[in-house]
């Protein structure tokens, strides 16, 4: 089952400061019952760090359900979702042990690898435009060094002219 890369990304979320993904998407791409694929995670909560999988808190649910016309009350769970990190995504594959599970959680790895190297790539793109940018800075400075030099030069000569007007006259 090869669900497309925009689709993935597009069920990836922020939530504190993670990328995750919810346990009702991640159901619609396995192919279960979100009920049941909290059931295999509840089963084998120990797989499940924090930083692996946490639940929602009411206030989390709120504002995503408000951000997200897809999130419109009752049409979920009336318990508050999981959401799972990367390293979440893996384990649920080793707890659903389908083949249909294995295949997607490795196409949704295949993502947030991508994304973490597009943003390392952002990275390095924004520093080295700081460096140009500083490096312009820094010649901007001696620019302007040889601009002031070069008015006092004509201001100097233009003196010397005028002195040199009156001795003449």
Do not use: C, W
Request: aromatic content about 8%; cysteine-free.
């Amino acid at each position: 089952m090869m669900i497309p890369e925009e689709i993935i990304i597009r069920k990836i979320r922020y939530i504190r400061g993670v990328k995750v993904i919810l346990d009702s998407d991640l159901a619609e791409m396995y192919g279960v019952e979100t009920k049941r694929l909290k059931e295999q995670v509840k089963r084998n909560i120990s797989r499940f760090p924090s930083h692996f999988m946490f639940e929602l808190t009411k206030e989390e649910y709120l504002v995503l359900r408000s951000q997200f016309a897809t999130l419109k009350q009752g049409a979920h769970s009336k318990y508050l979702p999981y959401a799972f990190s990367e390293h979440g995504v893996l384990m649920l594959s080793n707890v659903l042990r389908s083949e249909v599970a294995i295949q997607v959680s490795i196409r949704i790895i295949d993502v947030f690898v991508k994304m973490r190297e597009m943003m390392s790539t952002q990275k390095d793109i924004l520093h080295k435009i700081e460096y140009l940018e500083n490096q312009l800075s820094d010649h901007s400075k001696e620019i302007q060094y040889v601009f002031s030099m070069v008015k006092q030069l004509l201001i100097q000569e233009k003196n010397v002219r005028g002195v040199n007007k009156i001795i003449k006259a």
